[in-house]
């Protein structure tokens, strides 16, 4: 399988300020890779798909003015929380298309703590 | 789009005995149904997929099953050891596109 990496692991920010979350496709090139939230005991939830070299597209309910996503290279594909607030404090996993059939990797995730 | 459903939510097992959680998805033209599991803070990992042209598929201790016509697919893990215990999400892709659509998750406890 595809090798992901995520940073940070971890981070905790006041309200109002913004974190940036890195994802990384270590072993491949990856044009299409996928953000999910998944909040305590609960399932993931798709947040937007990240095309290299165009833009996101999200999913319904998702602000995009909130949640910036840039796919600026093959391998990299970065989420911007803008404005946190505690409300945004869940696990952001990204995951990335690999194989002939295209299964889906996942990256360690970011836990985010909003305080 | 399409819906997934899973169940049970939570399932306590024996060691050694049988656990069989099942999924149903609504949209007919879903091809590729994979299955996650995920330990606490972990990140999901694949164990087993399928594809809509097959309707079984094992690898060691675990299997899937798909029953296109009922628009359900089950996966089966015989044997249980502790080191199963966690949480396994089934999926479902539909035909236009790569999105994966989760279902809720299982709990799974297997007891020593």
């Known amino acids: 399988g595809a090798v992901v990496s995520q940073h940070p692991s971890r981070v905790i920010c006041k309200s109002g300020t913004s974190v940036k979350i890195e994802c990384r496709s270590l072993?491949?090139?990856?044009?299409?890779m996928f953000w999910y939230r998944q909040f305590p005991k609960q399932s993931l939830m798709l947040m937007a798909t990240?095309?290299?070299?165009?833009?996101?597209?999200?999913e319904q309910g998702v602000e995009k003015d909130k949640f910036l996503i840039n796919h600026a290279s093959l391998t990299l594909s970065t989420l911007t929380v803008t404005s946190a607030h505690p409300e945004d404090s869940s696990f952001y996993i990204c995951?990335?298309?690999?194989?002939?059939?295209?299964?889906?990797?996942f990256g360690p995730g970011t836990r985010l703590t909003v305080t | 789009g399409e819906n997934v459903e899973q169940h049970p939510s939570t399932l306590s097992v024996q060691e050694g005995d049988s656990a069989v959680i099942k999924c149903t998805y609504s949209?007919?033209?879903?091809?590729?149904f994979p299955w996650y599991k995920q330990e606490l803070g972990k990140r999901p990992q694949l164990i087993i997929d399928?594809?809509?042209?097959?309707g079984e598929k094992k690898d060691q201790r675990i299997a899937v099953t798909l029953n296109k016509t009922a628009k359900h697919f089950s996966l089966h893990i015989t044997e249980t050891q502790p080191e199963d215990s966690a949480v396994y999400f089934c999926?479902?892709?539909?035909?236009?596109?790569?999105?994966?659509?989760f279902g809720g998750g299982t709990r799974v406890l297997v007891k020593p």
């Open positions: 990240s095309n290299e070299g165009s833009k996101a597209t999200y």
């Open positions: 995951s990335v298309l690999s194989g002939q059939i295209y299964e889906q990797y």
């Open positions: 949209d007919s033209a879903s091809n590729y």
């Open positions: 999926a479902a892709r539909g035909a236009a596109g790569n999105k994966l659509t």
């Open positions: 399928i594809r809509s042209n097959v």
């Open positions: 072993d491949f090139q990856a044009t299409t």
